[in-house]
DNA sequence: CTAACGTATCAGTGGATAATGATATGACAG
DNA sequence: CTGTCATATCATTATCCACTGATACGTTAG
């Protein structure tokens, strides 16, 4: 990906990357599922595949990449660990994302670039 | 993906799979230096490639992704098809995204999800 | 009508990534 | 120390998605 070079006059390059991966690390329905299960309360990894139907290592998949993200934060107790968000702004992120989606995001199921 | 049985349970599916949307739409560099191109003000096709260094096949297909995503909206001026942000809501959540990543977004360059 | 320009669509290709099964690590019980 | 449970990691596979070049469509100029 070299054809970048002229961006260089945008506002910076490694900020575009970075709001990406934010937003790529979000845009999975199973890690929404978590971050929506944890955002009532703190679950062990368990408790989150129980309510996802998911396996147990795809979720320790995905609570890592959230936990690398600093989207989540773990705390060992015992053998389980508890996972929970690591910030407000979290919930706040995905609360105006609701209100998007309430105004003009009828239309995203029209978007073909997705085959679903 | 049968596996989402369990998920009924939850805050509907339908709702997650929306948001996922939403979040894989922002979830590219190159639509973002697009979003970030028409945040000042509204171009033609040829001005975003120009600003881009993309080709512009590839700005018209994300062009088009944002349009039936709901967020960037077209008008035709003669030959030229100018495009412009759908909704200041856009803007909010694109801002949202720099405050969390001002918080906590030093992390996500951590994230071994994403090969970059 | 014909040529030139701007934009959109299509088919093919390569690369990235999510899910799975097997396995490793770590902690507690007996 | 041995077995069991909770979690994490690894390798493989299948899928999805972004980019490219060719081409079609629509508009304006001559």
Sequence with gaps: MTAQ???DDLSAPDTLELRAKLFRGLGDPNRLAILDA????????QEIVGRTGLGQ???????RCLLDCGLVSRRSEGRFVRYRLADGRVAVLLRDADRLLAAT???IDNCKRYTE
Tied chains: 1, 2.
């Design 5 to 7: 070079n002229t961006q």
């Design 105 to 107: 995001g009828t239309g």
């Design 38 to 45: 944890l955002e009532s309360n703190e679950c062990s990894v």
């Design 57 to 63: 290592p795809n979720v320790s998949n995905h609570l």
